[in-house]
């Protein structure tokens, strides 16, 4: 069922309405295994219900989605063997210690071992020192950093970031940049979501612009600028940005 | 029934129950209520008050307290299953190879364990101040039972609101009239001297059927048909509550 060749997601006449809202009128895109694919729009173009209905937990109003080569509809249980959600907002248990927290999700993988396995991510997500304190301690990137590490517990070959540094300041968005390129390289399939063009531009290898319902544009970067006219060569000073200088100030090694 | 149901509800009992250990207030607050109540009962209305029995007011009043420790208690089971909902560990839980229902139970359990503890918390102050009992074994347990019942079938009506409210003080407020309800029964004044309508309502609702059944078994006296019609009480609300619970659930995940 499941072939190397097989596009980790493929989406297809996806639509989804909120009673007299449609806010999915026939959405169409795949994605890659092993890549990067960035859902680009702005607030209310249904982003988020094109990922819960990807993560089962909306069901399309009509439409048909495979990821990992199993139908969300009809094989949820496989879908969800196969896939890991981050949600908009980092959900992590804040009454409970960052490694509680890895543990839990542990347990509830049924993987053997969810202590050397929460040990193990604490280290790759730099948190071992925090990794005893509650989660409501924690700033904002650690605690995406620990949703984020959460949501790579068992190797899920496809991984659903849904608007991943919405709220982060710039030290943590580059953080959360940096876990995201490491788990495409090996070899795990993003599909996340942003309102944030520049982070589509950074990290992705395909990006899809979902508007008023519809994917208007689908492909590289490249692509994407192709449809404009030619750059034109024109001398400008380089102002360093703003982001430029605080990174500098605050020595960020970015 | 998914082949993991009672592991991962283990897992999420256990969660829970280390969220009440960590905020033992919530343990605390469900009893106050309770026992400055009974305080009040006691030592300033119980004086003037002609319950017809020659036992002490506190004995008369304790079935309607721990009904009341319940409604309060229950508030709390509402008021984790919102947060939650809001804070997106439900969506993750949700979109996880878990058994589905295992989160609802988890937090229908945690429910009954920490209604338990409080019960007993209020059962211990009542003994302090002098409520004595003959009762044996069976009708202590006969006691629990009902009790337990009681606290499932409110438990389960906490649910809908946890599960559907938007803001957190519409998921607790449920409760106000939960709590109120024993008042306009017989757990404080016999309903023989209420006017005939507030009457009729007092003698029919559910509160005084278990108020009597749990009384007569204190007591050590014959508990009549009372112990049967509030079996069917709590069965009833039980029964129509999880089912409404299921509804709203499930439309939540669909």
């Excluded at chain 2, 609702?205 to 006296?221: C, D, E, K, M, Y």
């Amino acid at each position: 069922m499941t072939t190397q060749q097989a596009p980790a997601i493929q989406v297809h006449g996806l639509e989804k309405s909120y009673k007299e809202l449609h806010v999915l009128r026939g959405v169409d895109f795949e994605v890659a295994r092993g890549s990067i694919f960035a859902l680009l729009g702005s607030n209310g173009a249904g982003k988020t219900t094109a990922v819960k209905i990807l993560s089962t937990l909306l069901k399309a109003d009509a439409g048909t989605a495979r990821v990992n080569g199993f139908d969300v509809a009809t094989q949820a249980a496989n879908v969800r063997e196969s896939i890991s959600l981050t949600g908009q907002f980092a959900a992590v248990d804040e009454i409970l210690s960052g490694r509680e927290n890895l543990v839990l999700v542990a347990r509830l993988r049924h993987l053997k071992n969810p202590g050397k396995i929460a040990d193990d991510l604490l280290e790759r997500f730099s948190l071992t020192d925090a990794g005893g304190r509650k989660a409501a301690t924690y700033s904002g990137g650690m605690r995406r950093r620990l949703d984020i590490a959460m949501s790579l517990i068992g190797d899920p070959p496809i991984i659903f970031l849904d608007e991943p540094t919405t709220g982060l300041d710039p030290q943590a968005r580059i953080e959360v940049w940096q876990a995201v390129r490491e788990l495409a390289d090996q070899g795990t399939t993003v599909l996340l979501t942003t309102q944030y063009l520049d982070e589509a531009e950074q990290l992705a290898d395909r990006i899809a612009i979902l508007h008023e319902g519809r994917i208007i544009v689908n492909g590289t970067l490249a692509e994407l600028k192709q449809l404009l006219p030619p750059a034109k060569v024109e001398y400008v000073e380089k102002q360093p940005t703003l982001e430029d200088v605080f990174l500098t100030l605050v020595g960020t090694k970015a | 029934m998914s082949k993991h149901f009672f592991g991962d509800t283990t897992v999420l009992l256990g969660r829970s129950l280390r969220h009440i250990t960590r905020s033992p207030d919530t343990i605390i607050t469900t009893a106050i209520m309770p026992i400055a109540m009974m305080l009040m009962f006691v030592y300033v209305f119980g004086g003037a008050i002609r319950t017809g029995s020659d036992s002490s007011y506190v004995n008369y009043m304790l079935p309607g307290i721990l009904l009341i420790t319940v409604a309060s208690g229950i508030a709390y089971t509402a008021y984790r299953l919102f947060m939650d909902m809001k804070g997106g560990i439900f969506e993750r839980f949700q979109s996880m190879p878990t058994a589905r229902s295992s989160v609802l139970w988890a937090h229908v359990l945690t429910s009954l364990v920490a209604n338990l503890i409080s019960l007993v918390v209020v059962t211990l102050v009542a003994l302090l101040m002098g409520f004595r009992s003959g009762a044996g074994v069976s009708a202590w347990l006969a006691v629990a039972g009902i009790l337990i019942l009681f606290t499932l079938a409110l438990t389960w009506i906490a649910v809908i609101p946890g599960l559907s409210a938007k803001t957190m003080e519409g998921a607790s407020a449920f409760s106000y009239p939960l709590i109120f309800l024993p008042f306009l029964s017989s757990a404080f004044v016999p309903t023989a001297t209420m006017p005939g309508p507030v009457r009729f309502f007092a003698e029919n609702q559910p509160v005084t059927s278990i108020v009597n059944a749990i009384r007569a078994l204190f007591t050590g006296t014959p508990v009549g048909t009372d112990i049967w019609i509030a079996l069917a009480w709590c069965v009833g609300i039980l029964v129509v509550a999880y089912a409404f619970a299921m509804r709203t659930y499930r439309r939540k995940i669909s």
